[in-house]
């Protein structure tokens, strides 16, 4: 995984400012649209405002939202002139980053990437682990697409009924040319991987469920795992089995199946198996100043893109938005970057603008009444999300590099969140208030296909971004950039805030403010002058809901209260829902928490007679305050004068103030039939003037718009605004516009279209077609002057080299002009030689790529295939470009096959496979030859040769990993640290166990050879370490098992390794782990030789080479490799030179616990005589009590099984601060 991390040095002093010469302060970058975007996505509008325009920012917001809210973002690029001041002292700022793994945002890929993760732990838990994810056609197999193509076509059985898998092969984008076994490939993925854990899920799916609910409703709960956590008891700990995920608890008789012996893999509990993936990539990072993180943005996009940029030594914006894309949507790459997103700042007061709601809102809410400060690097991004409240926002850069913005208009807001569960349908079973928390993102490319609109914008260092209510938003960051942003609400909000609101309450999610004190706020405080027509309409509904809900609750008979100081029972809030209570609440006598007037029932269980309804405000206060709102402003009566006095003034009034007194009317209550004897008014005049505009404007017209010819439509309109007795505009365009087609019409007379003056046709022509006159003569005059011109740029196209974009326009143009290929041979031929060279260009470009091969001998024939001999008149000058293309890769063809060639036949023979070429070098070359042009059989050699490469690697997973759940290369290197250490560990001093490390953790000593070994290595269970029995290690008892030591079951034997090196000598290249797996086979033969020389030096081994015995026979079983013969060799000796019996057993006893006690008592003398007892040396201590075990319990110990450790306790934890010591414990 590639990452950000501390890899440059940090600055000390805090007192530095940052040098804001070092980034970007204002836009360099062109501002056009881009019409190349990514997944074809749109471009929001961009606003240019005036400095007088941008004297109120919000002003100007609310002036162009018509405009905005169809795209839910915009961009502002402010007047050059302003240029705020960066206020924020960056000598003392800093800021914690948050750090963000890239493919665990995206939606599907996080999917993608839990589903993996639960097959593979699934297949842990059966004993049958998944060494590695399926392959076809050299990448891994999408399980987890292949497992929804599957259910969508009725499951397994039916696809293979049916035949459905070469299908499914095609949407997962396999080709059958490339995989011929691609349907058996699919099957066996899915009934081996698939479709057991499947079965298994949907068995245990309402248990999965219930869980889900379960840890919904637990909040604040810790988890211990000395519990069972489902029968809730902590008897029978010996029967406890602990979950490998959580460290929770099971019975093994509570768990369904009942478990009857302790599984010999890793175990996970249904919770983990099933409920993977909530994390989402999002964890607390460092602490850095500006300076800091600036060096470590700079270093991390460097060293990303050096290599696929080399050539063009910049990036662009589009080249780091298609690699954020790429990245963001693969699962088996993860990039982590870091945020500092979030950040608490009270600079800018956006929202303290008059305009703004929020002076309503007694308190600060950070993020909208206080600002938040965004720090950006290369790929930070943030998530899919609309904004509290569904208010406005507004994000200013101050500087840096470019962010880029993707936007969804509130109108597309339910296609959206339908799209969203659509696409993965899993995390919203897990968690379905997803959308609330800011941690998915969804590729817009699918957004787009389920009709989604997305639009999208970039923006740089001092220009602004608006966000409109409702709308989601997502997007990242290029590079190192510092922004500033903050929410706001003009009056037309309100309904906006409702909804969200409502929607608040129906998710349980807590509101950042209460909506219903913002409205009471804001009558309380107006003046009777004041015009606030948007709070009208939001009162009367808060009241009509009050009333229904208190109604509601009265035929309940509860008790009733009116809050006498209301101050004290501010900000209550739904015990249920969360919702503010700020009108009403229900209360109890049992609490002091309350609950709105629709949950009741969920505060408690107490009976209705112990429940209050409280009211802030009585309903007659209600609609007295209602009726102070609605009474302000202007009165009906003087608007219905206003507007008759607007409609009798000469020449009358504009558009513009009828649609003002419109507005005006529908905010001021005026009857309903004045205000549609208006707006029909209006409408007329609207339909006028857009009749009039499209003529005037030649805008495309639709047939039916244009039945009449156009001079008859002038006139018409011209009569129509006569009656309708208003100052309608452009009617004095439309009669100069009337003159001068007449004018037109009388000088193309039927002389001068039968005429040969083509001087005269033309300028008439010309003059025409400027005016969009549609007359039949001057039709007859196109027709016939547009038919030369074509057959002039047919001769000249067939002469020059093939242009299939002018040939294909030439042949509309015939369509156009009514023409078919009966009209003359022209056209036929023109028609002819379109189809002849679209192949030729389409053979040429496949040649190129590759996806046709040639011999070699028709090179010449290629570089002439224009030429017709049968019909020279259909022969084809092929571009002299695409020729050059042609020639080049055929050079380059041969420059690879020459470079193959001498590959197989030179380096590849070498006697030595470690003086061989990297299998590197044969990938690069094998890719290389996907656009060969020409057919060779080297291609073939060199296939086979890297299948015997792969056959090789996969000899060598099979022979290492065996189980494993890490990489190959992790365990490869594991494996020789793990030889050289052991190998070399004879004449080493405080070293111990079978692994051959020093002390750690804790530690238990066999009786019998006094070695001290870790209780991990040799899996011996905590109680056992704490118990007062006695202890025999394996060495000292080889018939006790040693199934506990995890790497015995998984050794490769040495043999095996050296099966693995023959194999290699046969290889064309070099493997890439050859030479760690040379290493390993010289350390692990080298010590064979060493301990066969022992075992030979004496025609019988003793007693006095017992040490050295279980000194051999301890390393052999810490190695990762296996010396099978030698091992039993050993252990043979050890049970015929010192056979363990009780009576060895309990001597071995009685002498530590004698030993132990005179230690013991020495301590104690020193600690009364104030001596200090530490040492510096490390004293091995039994501390047990000095008694003999009894002979059953002896044998009991001696009888130990490995399931029962494992039982007892699975998982070790360290041991607290205050807990005894027992038995042999390290200290």
């Known amino acids: 995984m590639r990452r950000t991390s501390k890899r440059v040095a940090m600055t000390t002093d805090g007192g530095i400012p940052f040098d804001l010469t070092t980034v970007q302060t204002s836009s360099t970058q062109p501002e056009t649209p881009k019409t190349n975007r990514i997944f074809g996505i749109q471009e929001a509008p961009t606003f240019y405002p005036t400095r007088d325009e941008f004297k109120d920012p919000l002003g100007y917001i609310e002036k162009i939202s018509p405009q905005g809210e169809k795209y839910g973002i915009i961009k502002i690029v402010p007047p050059k002139d302003y240029k705020p001041e960066f206020s924020l002292k960056t000598e003392n700022f800093r800021f914690k980053t948050r750090i963000q793994k890239l493919n665990s945002m995206e939606g599907e890929t996080r999917t993608n990437v839990n589903y993996l993760e639960q097959l593979t732990k699934y297949h842990i838990l059966t004993g049958r682990p998944v060494g590695k994810i399926p392959q076809l056609d050299k990448r891994p197999i999408d399980l987890y697409k292949l497992k929804n193509e599957v259910a969508l076509r009725g499951g397994v059985q039916e696809v293979t009924r049916l035949k459905k898998w070469a299908e499914i092969g095609r949407i997962l984008g396999y080709a059958r040319k490339q995989c011929t076994s691609m349907s058996n490939a699919l099957k066996s993925a899915y009934q081996k991987v698939i479709l057991p854990y499947e079965i298994w899920y949907a068995k245990h799916k309402e248990d999965v469920e219930h869980i889900i609910k379960k840890e919904d409703s637990i909040t604040n709960s810790s988890t211990s795992s000395d519990t069972c956590e489902i029968c809730q008891k902590t008897e029978n700990e010996e029967k406890l089995l602990l979950c490998d995920g959580c460290n929770r608890g099971y019975h093994m008789y509570c768990l369904t199946p009942a478990l009857t012996s302790i599984p010999k893999t890793d175990w996970y509990c249904l919770q983990c198996l099933t409920a993977v993936g909530k994390d989402y990539g999002f964890e607390d990072g460092e602490e850095y100043s500006l300076g800091d993180f600036h060096k470590v943005c700079d270093k991390f996009k460097s060293e990303w893109f050096q290599k696929t940029i080399a050539e063009k030594g910049t990036v662009s914006e589009q080249d780091c938005e298609n690699e954020f894309w790429r990245l963001v949507e693969n699962p088996h790459e993860t990039c982590q970057v870091e945020y500092g997103a979030d950040l608490h700042m009270a600079s800018w007061r956006q929202n303290k603008c008059q305009k703004s709601l929020f002076t309503h809102i007694k308190t600060d809410i950070s993020g909208m009444m206080v600002p938040w400060l965004y720090v950006g690097m290369c790929f930070s991004a943030f998530c899919w999300h609309n904004e509290d409240h569904y208010t406005y926002s507004i994000n200013y850069m101050h500087w840096g590099e470019t962010k880029t913005w993707y936007g969804v208009p509130g109108s597309d807001t339910s296609k959206f969140e339908d799209t969203m569960k659509k696409a993965v349908p899993e995390l919203f079973e897990q968690q379905p208030d997803l959308l609330f928390q800011l941690v998915t993102m969804l590729s817009p490319e699918r957004l787009l296909k389920e009709n989604v609109n997305v639009y999208a914008v970039d923006q740089r260092p001092g220009q602004f971004v608006v966000t409109y209510p409702k709308a989601y938003h997502s997007g990242f960051n290029h590079g190192f950039n510092f922004c500033e942003a903050v929410n706001f609400a003009p009056g037309e909000w309100v309904d906006y805030g409702l909804e969200c609101v409502k929607r608040y309450k129906e998710f349980r999610r807590q509101p950042c403010f209460s909506h219903d004190e913002l409205l009471v706020t804001a009558a309380q405080n107006m003046k009777p002058t004041d015009e606030m027509d948007w709070l009208k309409q939001g009162l009367i509904e808060m009241q009509n809901r009050e009333l229904k809900e208190r109604n509601s609750v009265r035929t309940r008979r509860m008790k009733e209260s009116v809050l006498a100081d209301a101050t004290d029972r501010e900000e209550l809030q739904c015990v249920f829902c969360n919702c503010y209570s700020y009108l009403s609440f229900i209360g109890c006598e049992c609490t002091d928490k309350v609950s709105c007037l629709d949950h009741s029932a969920e505060l408690c269980t107490c009976d209705l007679a112990s429940k209050t309804l409280y009211l802030r405000f009585t309903d007659k206060q209600l609609d007295e305050m209602t009726k102070k709102v609605l009474s302000s402003g202007t009165n009906p009566d003087d608007w219905i004068e206003k507007v008759n006095k607007a409609l009798i003034t000469k020449p009358g009034p504009t558009m513009k103030a009828l649609r003002e007194l419109l507005k005006e009317g529908q905010e001021t209550n005026v009857p309903s039939e004045n205000l549609d004897t208006l707006k029909n008014y209006i409408e007329v005049v609207d339909n006028w003037v857009t009749d009039a505009e499209r003529v005037l404007n030649f805008k495309t017209e639709s047939k039916s718009s244009t039945i009449k010819r156009r001079d008859q439509r002038v006139k018409d309109l011209i009569e129509k605004a006569t009656l309708i007795g208003f100052d309608v505009p452009h009617i004095d365009q439309l009669k100069s516009y009337s003159e001068k087609l007449q004018d037109f019409t009388d000088k193309l007379t039927d002389d001068v279209l039968n005429s040969n003056d083509k001087e005269l046709q033309m300028k008439l022509y010309h003059q025409g077609k400027s005016l969009r006159a549609d007359s039949i003569k001057f039709n007859q005059l196109k027709n ?330 301890r390393t052999l079983l810490g190695l990762e490799v296996s010396l099978q013969d030698e091992t039993e060799f050993l252990r043979t000796k050890i049970q015929s030179l010192a056979p363990i019996t009780t009576t060895t057993t309990t001597t071995a006893t009685m002498e530590n616990n004698e030993q132990i006690e005179r230690k013991l008592t020495t301590t104690v003398k020193r600690k009364q005589e104030g001596v200090n007892t530490s040492r510096q040396k490390i004293i091995k201590l039994t501390v047990k009590p000095p008694t003999l075990p009894s002979k059953k319990s002896s044998s009991k110990k001696r009888q130990y099984s490995p399931d029962q450790e494992r039982l007892t306790n699975k998982k070790q934890r360290p041991l607290s601060d205050d807990a005894p010591y027992r038995s042999h414990h390290r200290i």
């Open 784 to 1113: 016939s002057l547009e038919s030369c011109s074509w057959q002039e740029q047919v001769e000249k196209a067939i002469s020059q080299p093939f242009n299939q974009k002018l040939f294909r326009k030439l042949i509309k143009d015939a369509e156009d002009l009514g023409m078919s290929e009966s009209d003359g041979p022209l056209l036929d031929r023109l028609i002819r030689m379109e189809e002849i060279g679209r192949e030729l260009v389409q053979r040429i470009e496949n040649i190129c790529k590759g996806k046709e091969k040639i011999d070699m001998d028709q090179e010449s024939a290629i570089l002439n295939i224009g030429q017709n001999q049968q019909d020279p008149k259909l022969s084809i000058t092929l571009d002299h470009h695409l020729l050059n293309r042609l020639k080049n890769a055929m050079s380059r063809s041969k420059n690879t096959i020459k470079e193959i060639e001498n590959l197989l036949d030179n380096q590849c023979t070498k006697p030595s496979v470690m003086d061989r070429p990297s299998l590197t070098e044969a990938q690069r070359l094998m890719s290389m030859c996907r656009e060969l042009c020409f057919k060779t059989e080297l291609l073939t050699r060199l296939s086979n040769a890297l299948t015997q490469m792969g056959a090789w690697n996969d000899q060598v997973r099979a022979t290492f990993m065996n189980g494993r759940q890490k990489s190959l290369e992790t365990v490869i290197r594991e494996s020789v640290n793990n030889v050289q250490r052991i190998t070399t560990s004879e004449d080493k001093k405080g070293i111990w166990c079978i692994c051959r490390k020093s002390e750690a953790g804790l530690m238990i000593e066999c009786d019998i050879c006094h070695e001290w070994y870790h209780s991990s290595c040799l899996k011996v269970p905590r109680n056992v370490v704490r118990s007062s029995s006695s202890y025999i290690c394996p060495i000292c008892h080889p018939t006790e098992t040693t199934r506990r030591v995890t790497h015995l079951s998984r050794q490769p034997k040495l043999e095996e390794i050296t099966d693995l090196l023959t194999t290699g000598e046969l290889l064309k290249f070099k493997p890439k782990d050859y030479n760690i797996i040379v290493d390993i086979h010289k350390y692990m033969q080298d010590y064979r030789n060493r301990v066969q020389a022992f075992c030979r030096s004496r025609t019988q081994l003793e007693l006095q080479d017992i040490p050295k015995i279980k000194y051999y026979l």
